[in-house]
């Protein structure tokens, strides 16, 4: 059918593949990080305190003195390219662009920070992406991580006049690619070392305990994980959780308390954290650092942190894998 003369011009209908992860500041300087702190910590989903009670303790304490300390922790893992997250999720996007074809573009964006959700979805529909599948790369799923990246897509939509068709990743904390891919990767990280390791140390980040009880699945998808990927393996993996943050009661065992038994133990350990698609500040700072410091002070002699899948071949693999299985359906259209 032949279009009037005067028709809007109308993009060629294309497929848009978002990757999101969680966010970092722009620059390792405490304007910056306040900056990101602010978001982060104002999140509803990440600091379930009523406002009126953690308002006054944001702005009047935490954010007066966390930026300073948590900015010299960034500049120990900052690079030329910037934030390692920022980095690996950039190059995560770029690894898979062309995965499916010229109708299907990839992007990623960050749920704090840039580039925002908001602005890659209203980019994705300018270059004629009537369906998005909107991926948070959380292999377990939470609802400060999951839920709360999720939120702001809809967000997004419910304010746009002609809305895209969205789906969501689905958590994949137990599919057999993941695990396949995780084991590949723990088994290379391993055959690198000069040591034989007597324990393999899954560390989850962390989630106040009243998570569970509220109904949260994330406990249990990392129990699975570490289960699944401990069969893949041959051998067991023992869960830690890190990234504590305030006077609540968190999910146990403590990264840190269990480092510091190994160590005190004489025990050799690797250690590699299975819920980042990409090594971060709470990787590489606060595990290969600080994890390291905590292990070496207690008396212990042989550590190892091994790197998440990152843009490595073999996660980039898994990625097309699940998130080509998602496309299902819509690739068809597209072409």
């Not at 390792?28 to 999140?43: C, H, I, T």
């Not at 700072?285 to 091994?306: C, P, V």
């Amino acid at each position: 059918m032949t279009r009037p003369a005067d028709h809007p011009r109308v993009a060629p209908p294309r497929v848009g593949v978002l990757l999101v992860n969680l966010g970092t500041p722009d620059a390792p300087e405490p304007g910056a990080v306040r900056r990101y702190l602010a978001e982060f910590l104002s999140d509803r989903r990440v600091v379930e305190i009523p406002p009126l009670l953690w308002k006054p303790i944001l702005h009047g304490v935490i954010l007066r003195t966390r930026p300073r300390k948590s900015a010299h922790a960034y500049s120990q893992v900052w690079t030329e390219q910037g934030s390692p997250l920022a980095a690996i999720t950039r190059a995560q996007a770029e690894a898979l662009a062309g995965s499916w074809g010229d109708r299907v573009i990839v992007d990623h964006a960050m749920r704090y920070g840039r580039p925002a959700i908001a602005d890659r979805i209203a980019a994705l529909v300018e270059a004629g992406c009537d369906r998005i599948l909107f991926a948070p790369l959380y292999p377990q799923y939470c609802a400060a991580t999951t839920a709360t990246a999720n939120d702001i897509a809809f967000a997004t939509l419910a304010g746009m006049r002609r809305q895209p068709a969205l789906r969501t990743l689905p958590p994949y904390h137990d599919d057999p690619a993941y695990i396949a891919a995780l084991a590949a990767s723990v088994r290379e990280g391993l055959a690198r070392l000069e040591f034989a390791p007597d324990v393999l140390l899954a560390s989850f980040h962390g989630m106040p305990e009243r998570t569970l009880a509220l109904g949260d699945p994330y406990h249990c998808h990392c129990l699975k994980t570490a289960r699944l990927l401990g069969e893949a393996l041959g051998r067991p993996v023992e869960v830690a959780f890190q990234s504590r943050f305030g006077r609540a009661k968190w999910l146990e065992p403590a990264t840190e308390t269990v480092l510091a038994r190994l160590g005190g133990e004489g025990r050799g350990v690797a250690i590699f954290s299975p819920g980042f698609a990409a090594d971060c500040l709470e990787t590489l700072e606060e595990i290969e650092i600080r994890g390291r410091e905590t292990f070496r002070a207690a008396g212990g002699r042989d550590f190892a942190y091994l790197p998440c899948l990152n843009a490595g071949e073999t996660g980039i693999e898994m990625l097309r894998t699940i998130i080509g299985r998602e496309l299902t359906g819509w690739l068809e259209a597209a072409a």
